[in-house]
C-alpha cells in the first residue's frame, strides 16, 4: 500500500513537536394574564451535550461532544429554526456555526395564526428587541423578540379578517419603518427566542434555548438579525437531523477523535455500499470517511462511482476495488477537487482565519512528495492560535486533535460545500 511506505517515512522524518491533544410569549395576551411557571425539567439524556441529537456515527460518544464558538463579526450573522428537529442554527453568513436545542410551544406543529393558539409562526422575520436584564422570570437569561407578525401574516390576517384595515396598516406602517410591529393584535404577538429551558414543548409559541445557550446566541446577534423558521427543514442538510452538514463533519470527526482509533493500515475487507473498517482502526482517510458519513455522505460509494465514471482521472487504479480506492488519499484528493469547494492551497498566519472546524486539508508530510495525509480542522487552537487538526497520523497513534500547523505543509484546503 502507498500510504504504508509513506507512513512509515514519516515516523522517521518527523521531526515536529506534536502536541496530542413561550415564551413566554404571552402568545397576544396582556402582560398580565396567568403565566405558568417554566418548567424545571431538565434536557433528557437524547439531548447531546453541545445540544441537538446528532443522526450519524458513534451515537456512543455524542453526550461528550461539546464545542464553543468565538466572538462572530458584528451585523453577519443570522439565525434558522427547524422546528419539526427543534434545531436553531447560527451562521455567520453562510457558514453553519452552531447548533442548539429548541423548545417550542403546546401547539408545535403548523404557523402561527391567532393569538392564543400555542403555535410557533414559521416565515421570515427579524429580531427586534434584545433584552438581557430585568426579564420576567420565564424568560430565562435572554429574550430576543421576533418581528412577528410579519407583513405575511398582516395580509393573511386582513384577508380572512381577523384584522381589520386600519390594524394591517398599523403593522404594515412599522415594517415600513423597521420598528417592532404592534404586538396586542389578533394575531398574537410577543414571540421570543429565549432561555428557561429546551426539555420540552412548554412555551405559548416562542422558541426556547438552555440558558448557557440563549447567553452564547444573545451575543453573536444584533436588533435586525434575521430569523428563518421553517416547519421541517435545515438547509444542506443530507441525513435530515436539523444539523446543517458542515457541522454534521465537525462533529463527526469530534466523535471519531473521542472514539480513538488505533492506526492501522492493513488492507480490511469491508461491505459496499455503507463499508466500513472495524470501529477500532484507521489510517488518516477513515477519519474523513466517518466524519462525512455523520452527515449522511457515502464517501465509499461517492469516490468508488466516481472512479468508475471517471477512469482517465485514476490512471493508476488498474482494476478498482470497493474496499480500498476510497482509502487512498491519492484517490480521495481526486474526488474532493471535482466536488467540493476548494479555498487555497496552502496554510498560513495569514490565510489561518478562514480555516474553519469542520473543513477538510490535505497535508505533504515528506517535504515536496505531494498530499499524503488528511485531517480535519477542529473547534479548538494551541497556544499561538492555530487551529488543531483531528487526524489520525501514523504507527502508533490514535486518531485525536493535533498540533500540525503551520509545521506540516497544507497542500489543499476544502470546505464540504459543493461546487
Ligand atoms: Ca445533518
Not at 441525513?239 to 477523535?257: H, Q, T
Not at 470497493?322 to 484528493?333: K, Q
Request: glycine share 8%; aromatic share 8%.
Amino acid at each position: 500500500m502507498i500510504e504504508l511506505a509513506f507512513f512509515a517515512l514519516r515516523t522517521t522524518w518527523m521531526v515536529v513537536s506534536l502536541v496530542a491533544t413561550g415564551a413566554w410569549q404571552p402568545a397576544g395576551r396582556l402582560a398580565a394574564a396567568p403565566q405558568p411557571a417554566p418548567p424545571q425539567a431538565r434536557p433528557p439524556a437524547t439531548f447531546i451535550a453541545h445540544g441537538v441529537k446528532d443522526k450519524g456515527i458513534f451515537s456512543a460518544f455524542d453526550a461528550k461532544i461539546n464545542y464553543s464558538i468565538p466572538a462572530l463579526p458584528r451585523g453577519e450573522t443570522r439565525l434558522h429554526v427547524n422546528k419539526k428537529a427543534r434545531v436553531l442554527v447560527l451562521y455567520d453568513r453562510a457558514i453553519p456555526r452552531k447548533t442548539y436545542p429548541i423548545a417550542l410551544g403546546f401547539a408545535p406543529v403548523g404557523h402561527k395564526v391567532r393569538q392564543g393558539d400555542g403555535k410557533t409562526p414559521e416565515g421570515s422575520y427579524t429580531i427586534c428587541e434584545k433584552l438581557e436584564k430585568n426579564l420576567a422570570p420565564q424568560y430565562g437569561a435572554r429574550s430576543l423578540r421576533l418581528s412577528y407578525p410579519g407583513l405575511v401574516d398582516a395580509k393573511t390576517g386582513l384577508a380572512s379578517k381577523l384584522i381589520d384595515q386600519p390594524t394591517f396598516e398599523r403593522l404594515r406602517d412599522a415594517h415600513a419603518k423597521g420598528v417592532m410591529p404592534p404586538q396586542t393584535t389578533a394575531l398574537g404577538g410577543s414571540i421570543r427566542i429565549h432561555g428557561g429551558g429546551a426539555a420540552t414543548d412548554w412555551t405559548l409559541g416562542c422558541i426556547a434555548l438552555r440558558d448557557p445557550d440563549v447567553i452564547e446566541l444573545s451575543d453573536r446577534v444584533q436588533v435586525g438579525t434575521p430569523v428563518v423558521v421553517h416547519a421541517d427543514k435545515t438547509p444542506d442538510d443530507t441525513d435530515g437531523d436539523g444539523i446543517p452538514d458542515l457541522l454534521d463533519v465537525l462533529l463527526g470527526a469530534l466523535k471519531a477523535a473521542a472514539n480513538g482509533a488505533k492506526y492501522d493500515g492493513r488492507y480490511f475487507a469491508v461491505k459496499y455500499p455503507g463499508g466500513d473498517v472495524p470501529d477500532g482502526f484507521g489510517v488518516c482517510t477513515d477519519v474523513i470517511i466517518r466524519a462525512v458519513r455523520n452527515a449522511g455522505i457515502d464517501l465509499q460509494k461517492e469516490i468508488v462511482n466516481h472512479i468508475r465514471n471517471n477512469r482517465r482521472l485514476y490512471p493508476w487504479i488498474v482494476k478498482p476495488d470497493t474496499n480500498i480506492d476510497h482509502r487512498r488519499v491519492r484517490n480521495m484528493i481526486v474526488y474532493f477537487l471535482a466536488t467540493y469547494l476548494l479555498l487555497d492551497k496552502g496554510y498560513t498566519t495569514a490565510n489561518r482565519d478562514t480555516y474553519l472546524p469542520g473543513d477538510v486539508i490535505f497535508m505533504d508530510t515528506l517535504p515536496k512528495a505531494g498530499p499524503d495525509h488528511v485531517g480535519v480542522i477542529s473547534e479548538e487552537r494551541d497556544a499561538a492560535g492555530d487551529p488543531l487538526v483531528i487526524n489520525n497520523w501514523t504507527d502508533g497513534y490514535t486518531t485525536r486533535k493535533m498540533a500540525l500547523l503551520p509545521s506540516i505543509p497544507v497542500t489543499h484546503h476544502f470546505r464540504l460545500i459543493r461546487k
